[in-house]
């Protein structure tokens, strides 16, 4: 019996082709997330997002050593690194080519965390207001193409909220895979400056449920330090689904 549902691994190259991003487009994408990362780990910017975790042996007792940046980052990456590397799945290499391990997220762990609370609570508690919510969707498209919601959901925000991708000083689409942003900026045509500025998924990795908490803490941070006004997040959700959200940095 045949599988029912396409990989995502078929499914971004479907979207990558109907888009038409090449492999080179995905594989030049993902060096300049790992580019990205890495500067952004150097320069110490990473670091105010960042939470040290003091590192145990299998016995619970502290080694001294403290885990501080992403293990998943690989600045030597280079086009011709990504060039040698195959289709991601074994069971995949016709019905997905240009889908590697280099051009994908990482399976990794993860945690985030951020406090939401309306003004009076935070005011009345004494909490920093540093960002409010403005704008939020939900869109759901193709279950089959299970990662080609992004871009109806950012359609239905701007047409809701009345903005424009020119508005948003900062964005970030999740990089499950490099097709599904490369598909996203295909439509909306960002300043790629400002999309995904400090590196993303294929870098960072993907940790499955902490991965919208975490970009939404790059986002932020990003906004502050570059003094924007406004950001923009998008990002896939199960069953062929995807989010979209506007923040007004505040602090």
């Known amino acids: 019996g045949g599988r029912f549902h396409p990989t995502q691994f078929e499914v971004s190259q479907i979207l990558a082709e109907k888009f038409g991003v ?3 487009d995905m594989d030049a994408f993902s060096v300049e997330s790992h580019r990205r990362a890495w500067e952004n780990t150097e320069n110490g910017w990473f670091a105010q997002e960042c939470v040290p975790v003091p590192l145990k042996d299998e016995d619970g007792n502290l080694t001294g050593d ?3 940046r992403d293990q998943g980052i690989r600045p030597e990456s280079t086009m011709e690194t990504l ?3 195959p289709s991601a799945m074994s069971w995949d290499p016709e019905t997905a080519p240009d889908i590697t391990a280099g051009n994908a997220s990482q399976m990794s762990d993860g945690a985030a965390a951020m406090l939401i609370a309306s003004r ?3 005011e009345a508690n004494g909490l920093p207001v540093r960002a409010a919510f403005r704008h939020l969707v939900v869109a759901a498209e193709d279950p089959y193409l299970v990662l080609s919601a992004p871009n109806p959901a950012t359609r239905k925000l701007l047409a809701r909220s009345g903005m424009s991708i020119a508005d948003f000083d ?18 909306f045509e960002p300043d790629m400056a400002r999309l995904n500025p400090r590196g993303g998924a294929i ?7 902490a991965s919208g908490v975490r970009i939404m803490t790059t986002l932020l941070h990003d906004l502050e330090s570059t003094g924007g006004r406004y950001g923009f997040q998008t990002m896939c959700e199960g069953g062929g689904q995807a989010n979209a959200t506007v923040i007004e940095r505040l602090g």
């Open 170 to 187: 900062t964005m970030e689409c999740n990089e499950a895979f490099a097709a599904i942003a490369l598909m996203w900026a295909r439509e």
């Open 66 to 68: 403290v885990l501080d």
């Open 22 to 24: 090449t492999r080179e």
């Open 83 to 85: 060039a040698t590397l």
């Open 120 to 122: 009076e609570y935070a």
């Open 203 to 209: 870098a960072i990795g993907h940790p499955l449920g």
